[in-house]
C-alpha cells in the first residue's frame, strides 16, 4: 500500500493478525518529519513509519519491528517517537548494536530489542546468466 494512504493503513491493520514494520534503515528521520502529523494523511514518512505501531496498539493488533536500522535523527521529537514505536511493539528486530543502543538506551536486561542479521544476507544469489 502507499504510504501515505493513511485509510488504507487504518483498514489493513484493522483486517489483519500482525502488524510487521521492516526491514531496512527505517527509523531515522533523513526526509520530511511531521510530529504533529502523526496518525493524520500526510506526507511525512517518518510520522507514518512511526505511527503504524500506534495505530496497531490501539487496534489492539500485535506489532513485529523486523531487522531495521536506526539513525541520523534530524530532532529530539523524531527519536522519541522512534522509541514511542519501539516501546508499542511485541518484538523488535534491529540489524546493529548501535540501533539498539540508539533506540533504547537503558539496554533492558528483558531482550525485547534483539540484534539480528540483515534479512537480505538470506537471499539467494540471482542467477547472472539469466540476467544477461
Avoid at 513509519?49 to 500485535?62: C, D, N, Q, S, T
Wanted: contains cysteine; hydrophobic residues 45%; aromatic residues 8%.
Amino acid at each position: 500500500m502507499p504510504w501515505t494512504d493513511w485509510r488504507r493503513a487504518v483498514q489493513s491493520v484493522q483486517h489483519c493478525d500482525l502488524l510487521i514494520v521492516g526491514g531496512g534503515g527505517l527509523f531515522n528521520s533523513y526526509l520530511n518529519y511531521g510530529p504533529e502529523d502523526l496518525l493524520v494523511q500526510s506526507t511525512s514518512f517518518g510520522s507514518f513509519i512511526f505511527g503504524l505501531p500506534v495505530l496497531a496498539h490501539m487496534l489492539g493488533k500485535p506489532v513485529y519491528i523486523c531487522a531495521i536500522g536506526a539513525g541520523q535523527f534530524n530532532s529530539a521529537e523524531a527519536l522519541r517517537h522512534a522509541r514511542m514505536a519501539v516501546k508499542l511493539a511485541t518484538v523488535c528486530t534491529v540489524r546493529d548494536l548501535a540501533s539498539k543502543r540508539l533506540l533504547d538506551p537503558a539496554t533492558p536486561a528483558d531482550g525485547r530489542i534483539r540484534v539480528t542479521a540483515d534479512a537480505a544476507f538470506r537471499l539467494e544469489n540471482a542467477d547472472v546468466e539469466a540476467l544477461v
